[in-house]
């Protein structure tokens, strides 16, 4: 095709600077969120109680079971493909927050001490 005839795209695919830009923020949320749940890993194994059960692993497998598999992976999947960008941010944004509300959470589950200049 030429430039006066462009390829028309199927509805719900990106298309123009503004969905590319949405795209590449989308991405770089779940991919921020990917390494979470890496540091959230070592940071259990690492503040797991030597003499316990290991039951603080299981906010690992529940982190990723409940907010990863059905909120972040298909914002990923959707960001990829260019479709439906809105949805995928909206479902990149609702992990974000899951996130962040877990973290508190875990916090507090190990008993940690909130910083000293808090």
Request: proline share 6%.
């Amino acid at each position: 095709m030429t430039a006066a005839h462009p390829v028309p795209l199927q509805k719900g695919y990106a298309a123009g600077p503004g969905d590319r830009r949405l795209r590449a923020s989308v991405l770089f949320a779940v991919a921020a969120q990917s390494l979470f749940l890496v540091f959230l890993t070592v940071f259990l194994v690492n503040h797991a109680n030597p003499k316990g059960d290991g039951m603080e692993m299981v906010a690992s497998g529940a982190a990723f079971m409940f907010i990863f598999l059905p909120l972040s992976l298909p914002a990923f999947l959707l960001a990829k493909e260019g479709r439906h960008l809105v949805v995928a941010a909206c479902l990149a944004g609702l992990a974000a927050f899951a996130y962040f509300a877990f973290w508190f959470e875990i916090l507090a589950e190990l008993g940690i001490q909130k910083a000293p200049w808090s």
